[in-house]
């Protein structure tokens, strides 16, 4: 299983994934599913991944090698953060097809991603792009997107993420909603990856990978995990508990 | 959908439910999912409910009916709650297989059950019962059981409930549990049936149908949304933050 997060807030863009891959319980590796690329000077992309391993690292790497060959259409090549989702789409099902139409196989080999970033001239933009190859962007309404084992971190997101949550804001947020991930499915795990990059910056303000004993980390899943057990505790009473 | 949860503490058990059916996203209807079955004397049993609502109307009217007519197997001859939680999961498999192999359908009428309660002379327990009729009984490590839509209201419940936790506290859990899944999916909607079994009582303490603005559910969802917000906004501070 996975876990990634990405967020849209005015300031800019938040991502969080885990590092837990699983073939069965009794196969566990540790990927990271963050790769970022940087055209420099003119767009920087994030792309968090979920679903089969090696379709997600064949798509990553069909991405580089595009931008190391300069080739006619690549990340370097796209107009705005649309084309380029459609780009890494098809990339994404063609790897698909090939396995499955030409090899004849009845096995999916289904990945999908989350793309955000900026190219120059455009706003920043997120997106999450199926493994059909198309692709839905934010809303301002609900600003974060996720992939994988979403439920368990959900209602923090939506009780905190607003447009107008500063970075910093959104990127606890998005640590906190992966604790509570971790916690309940053990197909999720650490090291977190956290990256904020900022509106018109086109490169990471600030980029990590924390572990469980990581001291802003443990400190932060201290402080959250004590402040919701006071916070039970301090739940109204029942009438009958008041007589 | 439907979300239940039970818990099974030292000094009793407590359940809750939601009450939201829905037929698609333009069928929606409310029918409460927890039924309760008083053996005078001897026996007190609750049921909740998920799953397809002709199978569960079926298998209350069944258990209701064994009853009035005092047939030889029926939850007043049960000698323990493993007794009642097969003669309850039989009901279930023969109704379901009457419509899919004697009406030769291949549609699924499956229907799960969480079955709490006490026979005088046993203790208090709590199982879950499958489409397929077996069940199995909670385990003192992770002292609760749910139906349905079981993953946004699962962080609390792993942060909260041990079998040393009151009664009271399990209930206000249950009911903060509801409400992040209520928060996060439409198809989990009051009114919400809590009801609070002290173990020897053979008689609820306590039985209500709560809505969202009856005054303590409106008070405690006030307090907790209130208390995650500050909780959240006196998180520990990134490094940069503090320069």
């Given at each position: 299983?996975?876990?990634?997060?990405?967020?849209?807030?005015?300031?800019?863009?938040?991502?969080?994934?885990?590092?837990?891959?699983?073939?069965?319980?009794?196969?566990?590796?540790?990927?990271?599913?963050?790769?970022?690329?940087?055209?420099?000077?003119?767009?920087?992309?994030?792309?968090?991944?979920?679903?089969?391993?090696?379709?997600?690292?064949?798509?990553?790497?069909?991405?580089?090698?595009?931008?190391?060959?300069?080739?006619?259409?690549?990340?370097?090549?796209?107009?705005?953060?649309?084309?380029?989702?459609?780009?890494?789409?098809?990339?994404?099902?063609?790897?698909?097809?090939?396995?499955?139409?030409?090899?004849?196989?009845?096995?999916?080999?289904?990945?999908?991603?989350?793309?955000?970033?900026?190219?120059?001239?455009?706003?920043?933009?997120?997106?999450?792009?199926?493994?059909?190859?198309?692709?839905?962007?934010?809303?301002?309404?609900?600003?974060?997107?996720?992939?994988?084992?979403?439920?368990?971190?959900?209602?923090?997101?939506?009780?905190?993420?607003?447009?107008?949550?500063?970075?910093?804001?959104?990127?606890?947020?998005?640590?906190?909603?992966?604790?509570?991930?971790?916690?309940?499915?053990?197909?999720?795990?650490?090291?977190?990856?956290?990256?904020?990059?900022?509106?018109?910056?086109?490169?990471?303000?600030?980029?990590?990978?924390?572990?469980?004993?990581?001291?802003?980390?443990?400190?932060?899943?201290?402080?959250w995990g004590e402040g919701l057990l006071d916070l039970f505790n301090n739940l109204p009473?029942?009438?009958?508990?008041?007589?």
């Open positions: 299983m996975t876990y990634c997060v990405a967020i849209a807030v005015d300031k800019g863009l938040v991502f969080a994934s885990d590092s837990r891959t699983n073939a069965g319980v009794d196969h566990i590796s540790v990927y990271p599913k963050m790769n970022t690329f940087e055209i420099p000077g003119r767009a920087y992309f994030v792309l968090c991944s979920a679903g089969n391993l090696a379709t997600t690292q064949a798509v990553v790497k069909a991405i580089q090698r595009d931008l190391d060959h300069e080739v006619s259409e690549s990340l370097a090549t796209c107009r705005d953060m649309s084309d380029a989702a459609r780009y890494i789409g098809t990339l994404s099902v063609r790897h698909r097809l090939y396995y499955q139409k030409e090899l004849e196989q009845k096995a999916t080999f289904d990945a999908s991603f989350l793309l955000g970033g900026q190219v120059r001239g455009e706003s920043p933009d997120l997106m999450m792009i199926y493994p059909e190859g198309n692709y839905i962007t934010y809303s301002p309404y609900s600003p974060y997107m996720q992939l994988g084992e979403t439920k368990y971190g959900k209602p923090i997101l939506d009780r905190v993420i607003k447009c107008a949550t500063s970075l910093e804001d959104a990127a606890k947020c998005a640590l906190v909603s992966l604790d509570s991930t971790m916690r309940s499915n053990l197909s999720v795990a650490p090291p977190i990856d956290l990256l904020i990059l900022e509106k018109d910056a086109f490169e990471p303000a600030h980029r990590w990978q924390l572990k469980l004993n990581s001291p802003y980390y443990a400190s932060l899943r201290k402080r009473a029942f009438d009958w508990e008041k007589e």
